[in-house]
């Protein structure tokens, strides 16, 4: 795991457990609340978050955030079972339901205690802190459930699973709505743009993701500079199948 500043008030905790790519937790610390955005893959990963919190977040509140309900931003959430963990209410219905089929499937990767832990509070549309200057909204692509962090005070934006590079993974079927939020993501015009698997995204990111996602749709016209591309293409078009 390494540890980066991103801002005067937010931290990422990079970890490469998992092959093929790393995974962000983000912390963005306010004057009375820190958020903790996502929570990786168990007890342990949280460790030394928790270890941060107990230095920095004397008479804070500790307000954690899943971007959405895949295993590898939700398992670490048992760290945090007496804290407020926020989801999309489609989080608390997808987490619930492919709970066990994630630890089927990826149960391997789990990095100490790992317990079913779902978000405590949910929403439709979007939630606000306006005395942290946090705006947390519906930006549904990557999965219907995908939910972004915009921080206003440093102009910043968490985008979760929705873009990344060199490929985004598409796991929901409606592309029209995927390009909805991306298109809204540029209109914000952000300073600076982080991504759960791709740390610092550009507009241009962003830009090359809509033009992947129209030509995901025509099925035609994708040009594969990797391997890694080419498979995760043909996954992103089974889904739409
Ligand atoms: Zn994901």
């Given at each position: 795991?390494?540890r980066t500043?991103l801002?005067r ?8 457990e998992?092959?093929?790519y ?7 610390e306010k004057?009375s ?11 342990i990963s949280?460790e030394p978050?928790?270890?941060h919190?107990?230095r920095v977040?004397?008479g804070?509140?500790?307000?954690v ?9 939700v398992?670490?959430?048992v760290a945090f079972?007496?804290?407020?963990i ?7 219905e997808?987490?619930?339901t492919?709970?066990q089929?994630q630890i089927d499937?990826?149960g391997r990767y789990?990095?100490?205690?790992v317990?079913?832990?779902?978000p405590?509070?949910?929403f439709d549309?979007?939630?606000r802190?306006p ?9 549904p692509g990557?999965t ?6 915009f921080d ?10 929705n ?21 809204h993501?540029l209109a914000r ?5 982080f991504?759960?698997h791709?740390l610092?995204?550009t507009p241009?990111d962003?830009?090359?993701s ?5 030509k995901?749709?025509?099925g035609t016209g994708?040009?594969f ?9 043909s996954?992103?078009?089974?889904m739409?199948?």
């Open positions: 795991m390494k500043e801002t008030n937010t931290t990422a905790y990079l970890f490469d998992i092959e093929d790393y995974t962000c937790v983000f912390l963005i004057k609340t820190i958020f903790v955005i996502d929570t990786f893959c168990g007890s949280m978050i928790l270890r919190l107990a977040g004397k804070k509140q500790v307000i955030v899943n971007t959405h309900f895949h295993w590898d931003h398992w670490g959430n079972q007496d804290r407020t926020i989801g999309h209410r489609f989080c608390y997808d987490l619930a492919s709970w089929s499937n990826r789990r990095l100490g205690r317990e079913r832990v779902l405590s509070l949910t549309q979007s939630l802190f005395a942290e200057k946090i705006e947390i909204f519906h930006s990557h219907r459930d995908s939910i972004s962090i206003h005070e440093e102009g910043a934006l968490y985008v979760g699973d873009v990344e590079t060199p490929i985004i993974y598409v796991e929901a079927p409606d592309v029209d709505t995927y390009i909805q939020t991306l298109e993501y015009s952000a300073r600076k743009i991504g759960s791709t610092e995204i241009a962003i830009e090359n809509i033009d992947y996602l129209k995901l749709k025509t994708v040009v500079r990797s391997e890694y591309e080419k498979t995760i293409h996954q992103n078009l089974s739409l199948k």
